[in-house]
């Protein structure tokens, strides 16, 4: 059966947007639509320039025999900029506080099209970095590292606060939390992360640091690099930080308990 | 600025991909491409025709001053089936068995890929039922039950083990777990989960269906209904299973430890 080029064009995106980061030799599509390989190169120069033109990404063609086309996710930074001022505003609404100068942001965390939307920002931002793996803590950070983890087409890994009998032989680290400087306990089963792997850091939200201070702690433990550490949300507080390199989406710059006033801006991303 | 149609067509594409289950206005597109809304709906009874050949899913039209186009996702059954005996022959890996005879899917659970497949096969046998909301428990489920929900287009609420001081108030019911007998304490967030509310549960893993049954009756605390019940993996132990009406995908019928042996087949999805 043929395909007219039409047919290929949606299919092929279909493919591509489902299969970030994987190299896809042009034989594959060329015997899903019994087209010449010259047809489909022709095809992805048309798809590659409306990714492009659309900030849905690019697709980057290697040559030669072990050659094909990878399709790498792509920002349009005028557009998540004005998608995080909405979100800046959502944040800052005063029902939010909670005891002790927490923010409800179960609802914000609970919408899929968000977490996709600012998973897809993060990872845009490590498209050319060396990642094996996503690592985040449980529960909150799940949901933002599965969406990055997907764009960048590698595996998750989640540290737990206590161990589970699902999980296997464990190892287990104290480290000291960044506000309330209590020692707190974090777990990771040993056979979810190889030696030397490169790991990205993901998570919700970031106070002083000391919850992601306990992953790079962790890291050390298994000999793997951190290759990054983004967060969505996190509150200014630059006299303790104990994390330096970092990426941020939105900075909540003022928590006013007694005014009920919050303000949140654009993070360090921008 | 014109398009050309292979141009719209592959803007469509990533459009409906990423807007599931969305009514997207035809003037959306005619606006977004300068087109007129004749040539849209010649664009989108291509793309109808080639996901519903491929196996992506189909587009609905709704006709009228409010109508306009919905991506609902399907799946092909045969490639469905083909995926999952994948799935089975990994997962009966002899060296999954972890005393006390449960299975390591870690590595399973923790890749994107197969969550985002998984998930969207779950979805698609819920596109027309009335969901509101996904609910699941902390933590295993969560990845899936993100997964199912984007392509559903509604949000996700996480039931916990204990309460935490970014969740606000919040409900606790005590449960029996099938297998063990023991009672257990489930807690959801107020806020959370509004009266009336149909709700489809989702987990990776259900033994005698303990924890399932414990979100049914979180369900009745917020007088929400069981829109659905869908796990990745049942153990077959019938005898007394706590949960009727519900969807699995794999079946475990057997876990020998003194043989080391698993034995997993599809589950009743099939």
Redesign the interface.
Same mark, same amino acid.
Do not use: C, H, W
């Given at each position: 059966m043929k395909f007219r !080029? /039409?047919?290929r064009?949606?299919?092929m995106?279909?493919y591509l947007?489902?299969h970030p980061r994987q190299l896809v030799p042009l034989t594959v599509f060329a015997e899903r639509y019994s087209s010449a390989k010259s047809s489909i190169s022709e095809d992805l120069a048309?798809?590659k320039? *409306? #990714?492009e033109e !659309?900030g849905?990404g690019t697709l980057q063609t290697i040559a030669g025999a072990a050659g094909g086309v990878k399709f790498q996710v792509q920002v349009d930074k005028e557009e998540s900029i004005s998608f995080i001022r909405g979100l800046c505003d959502l944040i800052t609404d005063p029902g939010r506080i %909670? @005891?002790?100068g927490? %923010? #409800?942001? $179960?609802?914000i965390l609970? $919408?899929?099209?968000i977490?996709?939307r600012v998973g897809r920002m993060i990872a845009s931002a490590y498209v050319n970095t060396d990642i094996d793996v996503v690592m985040t803590v449980?529960?909150?950070g799940?949901?933002l590292a599965?969406?990055v983890? $997907?764009y960048l $087409?590698? @595996?998750? *890994?989640?540290v737990?606060r206590d161990s589970l *009998?699902?999980?296997?032989p464990t190892v287990s680290i104290n480290y000291v939390s960044g506000s309330s400087k209590r020692i707190q306990t974090m777990v990771l /089963?040993k056979? /979810?992360l190889a030696e030397g792997s490169n790991v990205l850091i993901i998570d919700d939200f970031m106070k002083a640091g000391g919850t992601v201070n306990g992953m790079i702690s962790m890291l050390e433990e298994f000999r793997a690099n951190v290759a990054g550490i983004a967060v969505l949300v996190e509150a200014e507080q630059a006299d303790e930080r104990l994390v330096d390199n970092y990426l941020s989406l939105i900075k909540l710059s003022e928590v006013d308990l007694k005014q009920k006033q919050i303000k949140a801006i654009e993070g360090n991303y921008f």
């Open positions: !080029r /039409s047919e064009l949606i299919d995106t279909d947007l489902t048309i798809i320039e *409306v #990714f !659309r849905i %909670l @005891p002790g927490y %923010l #409800f942001m $179960n609802d609970g $919408n899929p099209a977490v996709q449980a529960t909150k799940i949901p599965y969406a983890a $997907n $087409n590698v @595996p998750v *890994v989640i737990r *009998v699902t999980e296997g /089963s056979r /979810s």
